[in-house]
């Protein structure tokens, strides 16, 4: 194991990953500021012959600041943190010009339904297929989540994508992958004994490639439905 | 001290408790859990037993295959020279495979010993061996794994208590039974899900899945008058009347035409798939 | 001895004429004292349990696939050839969760606590409904005892996760559990009555029976604490009885509360669970900052830093703690406009917790600290929940909760302040308390040696979880071998499983520990640790009815080290001027 985030290949993530270090940084400085000060008090302060405790019961100025200090760091962090998730939430953030792919989770698998020829999702021409999620990168994607059965979790680490796939609800999310590889999609919401096994490819195509491999798979579709 | 009194109550009443026991798990594990065993009437003489057997054809042309995709997974993927297709038909030569078949009517209210060899269900390469199998109520069902992966085994019975349980290493068996006749039973793994296989519990032990060449043999009948029924996964059923006399054979030959609609069989709880509103919160 | 003695608050209270049968005393008992004990036994028999799920399902972890040592007693649909299955991987972790939160962590904070101490830190005979008490105690112990039954029904134990999320837990089809959850359910609508009983009779005995000059800014901070959590228990646990009334209503006669079939909405559960839920979790933190605070205060020698700031911290976690649950829905497809929300106000419940650290830090700050074991576990609560505290803000920002959440990190997060913090606050309250409790003492070398190994080992199985997290290590599952992005942390899950293994086994010492000192451990004076407050004017133990004539209160608890006396503590009922005659020592009004 070792103590750092995936590769990141997401828009998103980079903007992940700066909050998740700044807030790194600024606990790294409270956390030694507390644990050091404990050990110097345990060691400075502990019990000795002729020495006795000081008798106060407190002090405003000191209650003060260590209450502001945290209160402002507090207000900080959450405006910071409110425009982050607004870019990756808002209804307004998400992108006009998105390939929009449907993803449909049920024990225990991932059905991935593309918009076929027509490139329009929900008519005779989407096809779908089992455990495979294909996109290109530097495109903007949308994912429609849905589920059949059981709470999932659609997560894939390195484009920094969680989301809870509810029964009854249509959640749509977006992201833009920002290079080409190989990963997989992680169920990250516990949904029975399979969750542990629930996992599809991720096979992140450069542009051209993806067209090659769309044209493909609807040229495939197109000649298993004139059957 | 009080203290430890306490402390012993709460002891001697979890043990209690604890002790109730009942068997856990889904579905009738081993032999002992089986359906009452009724008065048995003694086994059919041999020397008059009777035979039905027959052929299934089916006419006309049969949907195609579907390729089946497992390169998500290798270790089942791995195992195959050539490209693995869907079983809904299995037509060779105009014979039809996988036609379960058994004795529905006739036996009256005679009861049957239960076979004690247990019946076998593999799951090898990401696929159920065999595809429809028939078992006797009480009879033993060996559930095995022969894949390095996951695999649960989820029975949709609406008779019998239906159970899933996995299997998530190579080598693990586990034993089932089910007390009550149901035909059919769905069975799936949920986390491949082309893996299908169709299971017929009869109370007699009178039943058979056709093979490769559409035919299927029950032998040890007691002489009389039956109703025989077939059933097809994806045509459905039909049955006919045949009567033998001591040692005789009888035929049972079915034909399932392309264009005829045959009997539907309910099998386990129909799906229910949810879609829903947008995501408003 | 009859007495009828008027109380100051008008409530007359008639002592036993005769010495009460073997059962009625010790068993169907009513005195606080007797409730109080018997809680801590049953607790610490269902943290074992609660250890135990967790010793099992670290092996799994630690050694995927392979046959538990003594795992072939367990039937073949958990565990064939002791091989732990999937599905039983799930019971274990769902019920190492439920057991250790309801049956352990929070009877243990206060079952045993609020029981055992109020009546003798307010100065008051027992409890406002003693009976009431002991049916509590009677409907935990059941609602334990049906839990922990679950295990042994056709189906097996809950396989919903300690959340019971639905549809999962109201399908039993999809989880493959039926009698075990309606069990779950029954036994935690139990549960919920028993700490409703509880929380009736803390808050009406705090309010009404303090002792003359008890006044509430003289209240130890434990009892602030509890009077605080019996609060917060009033209004969140029956949200918890409601729902898992309306799950099992959805399980077994046919509504469609959180059923998508029927109309039903899934995120409803959620919300009612975690109204419950966050609340809960300041139920679990609360009582053991109070232990802590008198702890270090009596082991620094020196009065509590900010009592003033203490209580209204307490009292604004509180409050804050019934506007934060949507932090744990920020990815369940809630409206994002809510997740803006929680997040300001879990941002802004770090600040009480951050004054309280400070302030215990401000106490120890030029004291004269004493490392008797209690200590050892007080100090070690601050250094543990700091890091538990801190990791939170990192789920608070909810951008970043979209990548942790639902991995380790959270686990670490969830163990750093429900491990780290509480139990390392139940155990100095353990050690500190046992003398009044039993009459002896805990050897205090052997305690040193149970602090030491829970302290490093603890770190060592909960601290690498972050880094877990940080690769993506989801959480409840059974095995990582499936995931590429996991595919180096199977050393880091073995190290862990073993330092775990370890950890129950400090556990297995300190039962060993406890019981032993119960027996022979050296006996006790009333005030072994020169403490202040009433209960130290005891005997060790306290006998039914704790006082014969109730004290009178002239100070507040922290009088430590006062400058113009000899000795450096001062009980609550002594009056200083007769302590010290020869000094005047003044405590100057408005000073705790």
């Known amino acids: ?227 | 001290m009080s203290n430890s009194n306490s402390a012993w109550l709460a002891l001697v009443a979890m043990v209690a408790v604890g002790c109730g026991g009942g068997d856990a798990g889904g579905g009738d594990e081993g032999m002992e859990s089986g359906g009452e065993m009724e008065a048995t009437a003694p086994a059919v003489d041999p020397a008059i037993a009777a035979t039905i057997s027959g052929t299934i054809s089916f006419t006309g042309t049969a949907p195609a295959a579907e390729a089946i995709d497992m390169s998500e997974e290798p270790t089942c993927a791995d195992k195959y020279d050539s490209q693995p297709m869907t079983l809904g038909y299995v037509v060779n030569d105009g014979h039809l495979a996988n036609v379960f078949v058994f004795v529905s009517e006739g036996l009256g209210d005679r009861t049957f010993p239960t076979d004690q060899a247990s019946v076998e269900i593999n799951q090898e390469g990401c696929r159920y061996h065999p595809h429809v199998l028939g078992i006797q109520t009480g009879q033993p069902l060996v559930i095995h794994n022969s894949d390095d992966v996951l695999h649960n085994i989820n029975t949709e019975s609406t008779e019998n208590r239906p159970f899933n349980i996995s299997q998530p290493s190579a080598g693990m068996e586990s034993t089932r039974t089910f007390n009550t006749a149901e035909v059919m039973i769905p069975v799936k793994c949920d986390v491949h899900g082309w893996m299908h296989a169709y299971i017929g519990v009869t109370d007699s032990p009178y039943h058979a899945v056709t093979d490769a060449s559409g035919n299927f043999t029950i032998e040890g009948l007691p002489p009389g008058t039956y109703t025989i029924e077939a059933w097809h996964e994806e045509l459905g059923a039909q049955t006919m009347s045949v009567t033998v006399g001591e040692s005789e054979t009888g035929a049972a030959d079915f034909t399932y035409d392309e264009n005829a609609a045959y009997a539907p069989v309910p099998m386990g709880e129909p799906l229910v798939v949810s879609h829903g509103e947008s995501a408003a919160g | ?592």
Request: with cysteine; hydrophobic share 50%.
């Open chain 3, 1 to 592: 001895m009859a007495t009828m003695t008027a109380e100051p608050s008008g409530i007359p209270v008639r002592e036993e004429h005769h010495p009460q049968p073997f059962i009625r005393k010790y068993i169907f008992s009513t005195d606080h004292k007797i409730i109080g004990i018997q809680f801590l036994f049953t607790t610490l028999f269902f943290l074992m349990i609660g250890g135990l799920l967790a010793v099992m399902l670290r092996f799994q972890l630690g050694f995927p696939g392979e046959a538990m040592p003594g795992g072939s007693i367990l039937p073949e649909t958990m565990a064939p050839g002791g091989i732990i299955l999937p599905e039983f991987y799930i019971s274990l972790v769902t019920m190492h969760g439920t057991f250790m939160v309801f049956f352990a962590i929070m009877p243990l904070l206060v079952g045993v606590y609020a029981n055992y101490l109020i009546p003798i830190e307010i100065g008051t005979h027992d409890m406002a409904f003693p009976r009431l008490n002991m049916i509590s105690f009677w409907l935990f112990l059941i609602s334990g005892l049906m839990m922990l039954s679950s295990f042994w029904v056709v189906g097996g134990a809950s396989r919903s996760g300690w959340t019971q999320y639905a549809p999962l837990s109201a399908n039993p089809d999809a989880s493959g559990v039926f009698t075990g959850q309606i069990l779950w359910c029954l036994s935690i609508a139990v549960f919920g009555f028993s700490s409703l009983l509880g929380s009736i009779n803390y808050i009406t005995t705090i309010v009404n029976q303090r002792a003359q000059g008890m006044t509430w800014f003289r209240l130890p901070l434990v009892i602030w604490a509890l009077f605080i959590t019996a609060i917060l228990g009033l209004l969140a646990v029956p949200v918890l009885t409601a729902a898992v009334i309306m799950l099992l209503f959805d399980q077994t006669i046919g509504t469609t509360f959180f059923l998508p079939g029927g109309g039903g909405q899934p995120l409803l559960w959620q919300h009612l669970f975690w109204f419950f839920g966050h609340p809960e979790v300041y139920i679990l933190i609360l009582p053991a900052m109070g232990f802590v605070s008198e702890i270090i205060s009596n082991g620094s020698r020196k009065p509590i830093f900010g009592y003033k700031s203490m209580v209204f911290a307490i009292m604004a976690i509180a409050f804050l703690g019934f506007i934060v649950w949507g932090h744990h829905m920020f990815q369940s497809g809630m409206n994002p406009r809510l997740g803006m929300s929680f997040m300001v106000t879990t941002l802004i419940i770090a600040v009480p917790s951050a004054i309280k650290v400070f302030n215990w830090m401000a106490t120890m700050w030029g004291g004269a600290i004493k490392f008797t074991t209690p200590m050892l576990f007080a100090v070690g609560f601050v250094m543990l929940f700091t890091i538990g505290g801190l990791s939170g803000i990192f789920m608070a920002a909810n951008p970043v909760d979209i990548y942790i959440h639902d991995t380790y990190f959270i686990v670490a997060h969830i163990h750093y302040v429900l491990f780290g913090g509480s139990l390392f606050a139940i155990f100095g309250a353990i050690y500190f308390w046992f003398p009044k409790m039993f009459g002896r003492m805990i050897n205090e070398t052997a305690g040193k040696i149970h602090f030491a190994l829970t302290f490093i080992l603890f770190n060592l199985v909960f601290f690498p979880m972050h880094g877990l997290g940080m690769e993506g290590m989801m959480r409840r599952i059974y095995d990582t071998s499936r995931y590429t992005h996991l595919s180096d942390v199977q050393d880091t899950n073995t190290m862990i499983s073993i330092a775990a293994f370890g950890l129950f086994a400090s556990g297995l010492y300190f039962g060993v520990l406890f019981f032993w000192s119960l027996f022979k451990g050296k006996p006790a004076p009333d005030n072994p640790w020169e403490a202040n407050t009433l209960e130290w004017t005891l005997p060790s133990p306290p006998k039914h009815g704790n006082w014969e004539q109730l004290p009178t209160v002239y100070h507040g608890p922290y009088e430590y080290s006062h400058p113009d006396m000899d000795r450096d503590w001062l009980l609550q009922n002594e009056r200083p001027d007769i302590v010290s005659p020869a000094h005047e020592v003044t405590i100057r009004k408005g000073e705790a």
């Open chain 1, 1 to 227: 194991m070792d103590w750092s985030l995936p590769l990141n290949i997401s828009t998103q993530g980079v903007q992940i990953d700066n909050l998740f270090w700044l807030i790194f940084w600024l606990t790294a400085v409270a956390f030694v500021l507390v644990e050091v000060g404990v050990l110097w008090f345990l060691w400075r302060y502990r019990a000795r012959e002729g020495h006795r405790a000081r008798y106060t019961h407190g002090h405003l100025g000191a209650e003060i600041v260590w209450t502001a200090v945290p209160a402002l760091t507090m207000i900080f962090l959450g405006i910071y943190s409110g425009r982050i998730w607004a870019g990756i939430k808002s209804p307004d953030s998400f992108p006009k010009d998105a390939l929009t792919i449907n993803v449909t989770a049920k024990q225990f698998e991932w059905n991935v339904t593309y918009p076929g020829a027509d490139h329009v999702l929900g008519n005779d021409d989407d096809f779908t297929i089992r455990n495979r999620f294909e996109i290109p990168a530097h495109q903007p994607v949308v994912v429609n989540l849905e589920s059949e059965d059981v709470i999932h979790s659609f997560f894939i680490p390195e484009l920094r994508v969680k989301q809870d796939a509810v029964p009854g609800k249509v959640i749509p999310i977006w992201f833009e992958a920002t290079q080409a590889g190989d990963f997989q999609i992680a169920c990250a919401e516990l949904c029975g004994l399979g969750h542990y096994s629930m996992r599809a490819s991720v096979v992140i195509h450069e542009p051209e490639d993806y067209e090659r491999w769309y044209n493909e798979q609807t040229g495939a579709a197109q000649t298993a439905a004139a059957d």
